[in-house]
C-alpha cells in the first residue's frame, strides 16, 4: 500500500513538473526546424571554384556527382539526391572547396527525375551559379 502510494506521488510528480516545462517537440512543419550547423545536408555545388578535377567522382560512395565541361574552364555539376547518402566526403575531398554540405533537409520530390538537381556554371563572372532540378 505504502509503494502504490509511493508511486501515484511519484507519477503526479512528473505530470505536474511537465505543465511547466518546455515541448519537446515542435510543430513542424507549421514550426521551421533549425539543424544544428554540423548536420549533413544537400551538397552544394559552386561551379565559379570548380577546375574539373573529378576527385569528388572519384571519392563519391554513391556515384551521385557527374561534372560536366561546359565551356572553357566552365564546369557544371548534377548531384543526384536520390543516391547521395549525405556523408560529405566531396566536400572532405575537393581541394577548392568547391562543395559545401548546407543544413537543407527538406529535399523530398514527388519524381524521381527531380530529385536530380543540376549546378550551373554561372554566365558571367560575380553572378551566383543557377540551381535547378533534373527533368
Ligand atoms: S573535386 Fe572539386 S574541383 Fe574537382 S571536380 Fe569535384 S568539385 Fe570540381
Ligand atoms: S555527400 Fe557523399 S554521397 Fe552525397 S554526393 Fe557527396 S560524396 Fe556523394
Do not use: W
Not at 26 to 50: A, L
Not at 52 to 67: E, K, S, V, W
Not at 105 to 131: D, I, M, T, Y
Amino acid at each position: 500500500m505504502k509503494e502504490r502510494h509511493h508511486r501515484l506521488g511519484s507519477m503526479l510528480e512528473a505530470v505536474l513538473g511537465s505543465l511547466f516545462r518546455k515541448p519537446a517537440t515542435i510543430r513542424y512543419p507549421f514550426e521551421k526546424f533549425v539543424m544544428p550547423k554540423d548536420f549533413r545536408g544537400q551538397p552544394k555545388f559552386h561551379s565559379e571554384k570548380c577546375t574539373g578535377c573529378r576527385l569528388c567522382i572519384r571519392d563519391c560512395p554513391a556515384q551521385a556527382i557527374t561534372i560536366t565541361k561546359i565551356g572553357e574552364k566552365k564546369f557544371e555539376a548534377s548531384i543526384d539526391l536520390g543516391r547521395c547518402v549525405y556523408c560529405a566526403q566531396c566536400a572532405e575531398t575537393c581541394p577548392r572547396k568547391v562543395i559545401d554540405i548546407s543544413t537543407d533537409f527538406e529535399l523530398a520530390q514527388l519524381e524521381r527525375g527531380k530529385l536530380k538537381v543540376v549546378f550551373h556554371a554561372e554566365a558571367a563572372s560575380g553572378s551566383c551559379p543557377e540551381e535547378s532540378t533534373g527533368d
